[in-house]
């Protein structure tokens, strides 16, 4: 099959029932900017990990903010903690902060979880 | 035989006091660990016990630190401290020739004017009874200005002051009542036996006309005894146990002993070292955000009871302000590191997807630092001069690299930056360079302090600029224009540049000279140590030092920082730039001016 470099996306759906918030609410308890995010892809554009390797600042919110936190932990590892993004952000989130409840509360689910 | 029982509750409180400190001084030295018990075994016949002993005479009795930061303050501690030292050594002393030996129980030191009632001639005894009162009128003089200081906090220059916990209440109501009961005890025993001073006979005499003295003074004396022993019994559980612990910190500290990487011994030592003297409460900016419960004397109290918050431990800019005012000299970012580290242990990550890439041979490596990606200005500044002294570069993170780690320290995230460091020191050795110049001072410390790079001069570019200018390989233009001069934190009090950056600017203009600059610069509140502070308290802190470097009415305000120009540049009144464009500026590229300069100005609109 010929490639043309972009492929359909694949019907998913969000079961509400299954909905995930725990770390959603544990960063907004503790980072309320975070609600502001419209995931405009500033940080993601700027990023230092991201323009080292595969590495997606905005797809994490994203993630959070859908529940679907599995997998997380590996990802959000990438991050330097150089805090351009805070600096390009139009929303005036603190990233960094983010990112490092995200490391915190990702230990602590997982513990519960054990 | 008069009565002895009334001094039970001073030898009680002594006694306390006494098994207490041995009991925390112990544990805390057997937490030190055995490299650091080794050292001060090897330490201890060295220059650093003299220097240790002048040091605490200086600092713990005379309190020279606190005299430079305000007179009225420092006369205040010194006579309570020095005053109250020289008291028992006199009255001892007084005791011993009363005596003509040593061989007494020590109350009997402490309660003599009691127990010597008889006006008996012993050497020099006119001169000590003299002394014994011209001390405790030294002691009673400061006394009445901390009280004063409960009032009117402002002459003492504090704006201020720290909160006090229980003990430290009691601790205090106890030491503000001892000199005056001892006041009224002496003067009381004078008025009737006459084995007074000049002020203690005075005032006796005067207490005689109208009080009954003979039923008074032996409860005086009692009242004295039980203030006495509340005070020493309370002072290991308050804020006084500095006291002892300064001593303890300052020979330790001489003997060599620093802190490492994690809480010991000596974090303790540090930790309960610190008086609660609240000086590091006015110079933190974070106040002015009315951030009130993050500072140095609340992070180290909260640490001290175990139970420090992440509310409190991530709010804090680490700008070094509070170290540099602090009497004791607690090495305060390092606790707060630490703490850091321990706090975020639990997912300190390794960065497995670093890779090897090719490196290049130069003579010269440039890094330009994360931040300095985001000031386009900084770094075009940067490849300008490099072009014009000839220099062999090589600009090692013009297309991408991994950030030099310190962003990654500041959270406490310290193995996870050990892996940036070995990723980039392999890098930076393989390229044969000589010279690693970088242009931000976040990078430039963590180069200068973690990395180890033999054979290589780590340079901030405000130094190489210096050199660059003296060796005539930069043109230099003086300019009418006046300019103040932003020492940002990591530079400055981190790494005490402060006069190459201002030396290159006195070539191209009028610097001014500000009154908060060099040591007490402020931090320009952009910060990545603090992970919790929102932008809304940011532009605050940052409103208040822009307003200070308007009221100098510059031309220009200049920073050595990329972060500091993007924190000044978003409450843009005055033209912010970097050292390093100020230096361009000066260089005139000949072949097609017109689109250099239209190059510039354009990144500058988009950025």
């Known amino acids: 099959m010929k490639k043309f470099g972009f492929s359909t996306i694949n019907s998913r759906t969000i079961d509400y029932q299954q909905f995930d918030t725990r770390l959603l609410d544990k960063v907004l308890q503790e980072e309320p900017s975070f609600a502001r995010c419209m995931s405009c892809g500033g940080c993601t554009a700027t990023c230092s990990a991201g323009n080292l390797i595969d590495f997606n600042v905005r797809m994490l919110g994203l993630l959070i903010k859908r529940g679907e936190i599995e997998g997380l932990a590996t990802e959000i590892d990438k991050c330097m903690l150089c805090g351009k993004c805070i600096l390009v952000c139009p929303r005036g989130i603190n990233t960094r902060h983010v990112i490092m409840l995200i490391k915190k509360e990702m230990v602590k689910l997982k513990l519960e979880q054990v | ?607």
């Open chain 2, 1 to 607: 035989m008069k009565i002895e029982w009334f001094t039970f509750p001073f030898v009680a409180g002594f006694i306390i006091l006494l098994v207490v400190i041995i009991a925390k001084f112990s544990r805390w030295i057997f937490q030190l660990g055995q490299k650091n018990r080794l050292k001060i075994i090897k330490n201890f016949f060295s220059m650093g016990t003299l220097i240790s002993v002048k040091e605490s005479f200086l600092e713990g009795l005379i309190h020279r630190k606190v005299h430079q930061k305000n007179r009225l303050l420092g006369y205040m501690h010194m006579s309570l401290a020095f005053g109250w030292f020289l008291l028992i050594v006199v009255g001892h002393l007084e005791m011993g020739f009363y005596k003509e030996t040593l061989n007494f129980p020590f109350y009997k030191a402490v309660f003599f004017r009691y127990f010597n009632t008889s006006n008996q001639q012993f050497f020099f005894s006119e001169g000590f009874t003299f002394l014994m009162d011209f001390i405790l009128l030294f002691i009673i003089s400061g006394l009445s200005l901390a009280y004063y200081k409960r009032i009117n906090k402002k002459i003492f220059g504090l704006k201020r002051t720290t909160k006090l916990k229980l003990a430290d209440q009691l601790a205090l109501s106890a030491l503000w009542l001892i000199f005056p009961f001892r006041f009224l005890a002496e003067s009381f025993t004078a008025g009737i036996y006459h084995n007074g001073g000049f002020l203690t006979q005075t005032a006796g005499n005067l207490f005689a006309t109208f009080l009954p003295l003979d039923t008074l003074y032996f409860s005086t004396w009692l009242g004295y005894s039980i203030v006495l022993g509340c005070f020493m019994a309370a002072l290991p559980f308050s804020r006084y146990m500095h006291i002892p612990t300064e001593i303890l910190f300052i020979f330790l500290k001489n003997w060599g002993i620093t802190q490492n990487e994690k809480t010991d011994g000596f974090t303790q030592i540090e930790a309960n070292a610190c008086s609660r003297c609240g000086i590091c409460l006015d110079p933190c900016q974070l106040t002015l955000a009315n951030i009130n419960h993050v500072q140095t004397v609340y992070t180290i109290r909260e640490f001290r009871e175990n139970r420090i918050e992440d509310s409190n431990l991530f709010n804090c800019m680490m700008c070094g302000r509070c170290e540099e005012a602090c009497p004791v000299g607690i090495d305060i970012m390092k606790l707060r590191t630490n703490l850091r580290i321990e706090n975020t242990k639990q997912y300190d990550v390794a960065y497995d997807y670093l890779t090897e890439t090719s490196t290049p041979k130069a003579e010269v490596i440039y890094f330009a630092g994360c931040m300095t990606h985001l000031t386009p200005a900084i770094k075009k500044s940067m490849t300008k001069i490099f072009n014009h002294a000839k220099v062999d570069y090589w600009f090692m993170d013009e297309e991408k690299a991994p950030c030099c780690g310190k962003p990654l320290m500041q959270a406490g995230q310290y193995e996870a930056a050990r892996q940036l460091i070995a990723s980039n020191s392999k890098q930076i050795i393989a390229s044969g360079a000589k010279e690693l110049i970088v242009s931000c001072p976040i990078c430039y410390r963590v180069f200068n302090e973690d990395y180890q790079l033999p054979g290589v001069t780590v340079k901030h570019h405000s130094q190489y600029l210096l050199e660059l200018i003296n060796a005539g390989k930069l043109p230099v233009i003086q300019q009418n224009e006046t300019m103040v001069y932003h020492d940002p934190c990591d530079l400055g009090r981190g790494s005490k540049i402060y006069d190459e950056p201002r030396e290159v600017l006195r070539h191209y203009g009028k610097l001014l000279e500000m009154e908060n600059e060099r040591e007490n610069a402020k931090c320009c509140s952009g910060s990545l140590s603090n992970m919790k502070i929102s932008n809304a308290e940011r532009s605050i802190i940052c409103k208040d030092v822009m307003d200070e470097f308007i009221s100098y009415k510059p031309d220009q305000l200049v920073t050595a920082c990329p972060l500091c120009k993007k924190t000044f540049a978003a409450g843009n009144k005055i033209p912010v730039k970097d050292i390093a464009e100020v230096v361009a500026n000066s260089i005139h590229v000949n072949q097609k001016p017109k689109e250099k300069v239209h190059e510039l100005e354009l990144d500058e609109v988009l950025y």
